[in-house]
């Protein structure tokens, strides 16, 4: 069942301080976001895709066409896959983030909202495990439950084992014929 929401307009109020361990509260970190929406994600994923690549290309390495071999190289190469993790985040909270409480600059002044800043704030390594677990988790659960095929975010799709068994042999001739009349 597809389960749509009215609310798409209204921003989200993400409150840091409100984190419950494992995750270290923020005080007074509080973020005003954009919904995800399709054009957001779509975004985030080519931003995740194109780290990736370069990833691939400083560390040398040509990613196969082969699924399964592609999947040995991400596992053997989990920096790979992280840096594609980390643009997805990025890139959907600079597409999202409007507004934001608590950010301050060297000045102790207020920051604006910007694309630099965005980018600096998630420098901060539990303003990043917030945003992470706050507004793109639940973006990626939405994605995954419009699409049940899609595939994890860990790409252990792609390494999964398939299900079911190999057929038996096959038989050394044709299938006997079945009476016609």
């Known amino acids: 069942m597809l389960k ?10 993400l409150d840091a301080s409100k984190l419950e361990p494992p995750f270290r509260p923020i005080p007074g970190f509080v973020v005003h976001a954009k919904r995800p929406n399709p054009a957001m994600i779509l975004t ?7 780290a990736r690549q370069r990833a691939l290309e400083v560390a040398g390495i040509v990613m196969p066409s082969d699924p399964a071999a592609a999947g040995k190289i991400l596992a053997d190469h989990p920096q790979i896959q992280a840096a594609g993790e980390e643009a997805f985040t990025v890139a959907l909270a600079v597409a999202g983030i409007v507004a934001w409480d608590g950010v301050i600059g060297p000045d102790n002044k207020p920051l604006k909202v910007t694309p630099e800043n965005i980018r600096a704030v998630l420098q901060n390594q539990a303003a990043f495990d917030f945003l992470d677990r706050m507004y793109v988790g639940p973006a990626l659960a ?10 994890s975010r860990s790409t252990t799709s792609r390494r999964a084992r398939p299900t079911a068994k190999a057929a038996g042999k096959r038989a050394a001739g044709p299938a006997p014929s079945a009476p016609t009349s």
């Open 4 to 13: 749509i929401s009215t609310e798409a307009s209204e921003p989200m109020v």
């Open 44 to 50: 985030a994923r080519a931003a995740a895709r194109s």
């Open 142 to 151: 939405q994605d995954e439950e419009k699409n049940a095929s899609s595939p």
